[in-house]
């Protein structure tokens, strides 16, 4: 599934499409995607003007000039095109065309007029219409945990969020009510960068340790958006470029090779939490 990354790359490819465009010839191809889209959806969309773009978690968001919020989640394979141009190469590529675009639209801006569409061959993704007013207090929003490059995100939020927990902190680190769009691939990152064990507590890792993963957490994320966030399989950006973070990779997906880290002679180790792939080094991330 795409991260908060990723996510975040394709807010910043159709901003400047998007930002300040009217709505028009809003299409929708099928009834549902991972849920069904809203009552009256292509209506509410057409003749609308997108005030700006905005990234909640793993969430796109769009205010728009009608008072409502259009919110699209990427799923696992959902990805926007823009003038018919795939956001991206993969791997693995899903199908962008066909009946695979659920739904399209035209984006008119300074007399320029762009087609975005949103193809998902897996149908995980799923859009809303929320009113702007509310969009906070809506399920969707309401548990989740600061953003990690926001200013609500420290050490101190973590010492209280962590504080008594037994969970180990790699899960924690992954509980949205926690931290809002932290994903499996930058935890492990962080977890290396910072040399924390991703097997010991939450409650058990000191403050001065937590401040040095803040700063960590928000430095991978950084990295990782100028890179155009990782393509594993499915994820593209706006500009039908890949991402090449993966490229950068200090411990994930490196399961049997030597740690990066200076004067380490430790092997690389994958782990499983909660389902997850850990990677880690025993060596030097200690508990």
Known sequence: MPELPEVETVRRGLEPVLTGARLTRVRQNRPDLRFPFPERFVERLEGATVERLDRRAKYLLFP????????????????????????????????????????????????????????DARRFGFMGLIPTDAVEAHPWFAALGPEPLGNGFSGTHLAEAFSGRKQNIKVSLLDQRN?????????????????????????????????????VVRDVLNEAILAGGSTLKDFANADGGQGYFQHRFDVYGREGQPCLADGCSGVVKRTVQAGRSTFWCPSCQKR
């Open 179 to 215: 931290v809002a769009g932290l994903g499996n691939i930058y935890v492990c990152e962080a977890l290396y960068r910072a040399r924390i064990s991703p097997l010991v507590a939450a409650g058990k890792v000191s403050k001065p340790r937590l401040e040095t993963l803040a700063a």
């Open 64 to 119: 728009l000039s009608t008072g409502e919020t259009w919110v699209s989640h990427l799923g696992m394979t959902g990805r926007f095109t823009l003038d018919g141009e795939q956001l991206g190469e993969f791997e693995d590529a899903a199908p962008i065309a066909g009946k695979h675009e659920h739904m399209s639209l035209c984006a008119v801006r300074d007399a320029v007029t762009t087609r975005v569409g949103f193809a």
